[in-house]
């Protein structure tokens, strides 16, 4: 499955350190060759996407098609996430 990236969630990324962006981009490889391994998220403004944890950050996405569109990615610590 191919990874596309919202422009707010490449830009979140580039504020993230080395190591933790790391993880999240190999968390990342493994969501695309199983995409509905991830919860869905029941609340709060990333309701409905796909989430997983990568240390302190919070990483959301969706499947769209044959396509994991990433949305956003926040720090843990964040309110309203």
Do not use: C, D, N
């Not at 499955?1 to 933790?20: D, E, G, N, S, Y």
């Amino acid at each position: 499955m191919k990874i596309l990236w919202t422009a707010t969630a490449l830009r979140a990324l580039a504020a993230v350190p080395r190591r933790p962006a790391e993880s999240i981009l190999g968390k990342l490889e493994v969501a695309a060759r199983h995409p509905w391994m991830y919860p869905l998220r029941g609340r709060g403004r990333y309701r409905g996407y796909r989430w997983f944890p990568a240390g302190p950050w919070l990483v959301f996405y969706q499947v769209v098609g044959p396509a994991l569109v990433v949305r956003g990615i926040l720090h843990g610590s964040r309110r309203g996430a």
